[in-house]
């Protein structure tokens, strides 16, 4: 079967500016509510996920989506207000690690109750699950062609956030 290129470009251009909108009503909300900014949720979420918490500088710059050029800033910044810590690697004295603390993991909790009201309004509510799973089963299945390792538990799940 032929592809439809102009609709699959449609489709793109859709995805990346459905993003960019839901990204900056988030950001909005969240500095309205003094709540960290989406940026610095993307870091602390990867390690909120990782085993133990933690993850080599490394290992944290390929996870994060939104910010990847900046992501020593970033820890930084984040490493100030004491949402994580920096810990020096054991078997390789120049590496460290990026580790979520308690107040990281609430910082999460605060900002996901502000991002997933928005989510909820915003875009659940004009998807049907039927097309959310087709949605899901069409980007799991292009990260993973394109070298994801795409798991198929949502991160607010993971992270223990309930919702009323």
């Known amino acids: 079967m032929p592809h439809d290129y102009l609709l699959q470009h449609i489709a793109w251009r859709n995805i990346l500016e459905t993003q960019a ?17 989406v940026e610095q949720y993307d870091v602390l979420l990867p390690l909120a996920e990782a085993p ?3 993850l080599r500088l490394s290992e944290l710059a390929e996870r994060v989506i939104l910010s990847r050029s900046g992501i020593t800033r970033l820890v930084d ?3 100030a207000k ?3 810590k920096r810990e020096s690697c054991p078997e390789d004295r120049r590496g460290s690690y ?13 900002a996901w109750a502000v991002m997933g009201k928005i989510l909820d309004e915003q875009f ?3 998807v049907r699950d039927e097309e959310a799973a087709a949605i899901h ?7 993973k062609a394109n ?11 993971q992270i223990g956030i309930r919702r009323k």
């Open 21 to 37: 909108r839901i990204i900056r009503l988030h950001d909005e909300a969240l500095a309205k509510a003094g709540l960290i900014p």
């Open 52 to 54: 133990g918490h933690r």
């Open 77 to 79: 910044r984040l490493e």
């Open 82 to 84: 004491g949402l994580l």
């Open 98 to 110: 990026a580790v979520i603390t308690k107040a990281g993991l609430a910082a999460m909790k605060q």
């Open 124 to 126: 659940a509510a004009h």
């Open 137 to 143: 089963s069409a980007l799991v299945r292009v990260l």
């Open 147 to 157: 070298g994801s390792e795409v798991g198929e538990v949502s991160a607010p799940v």
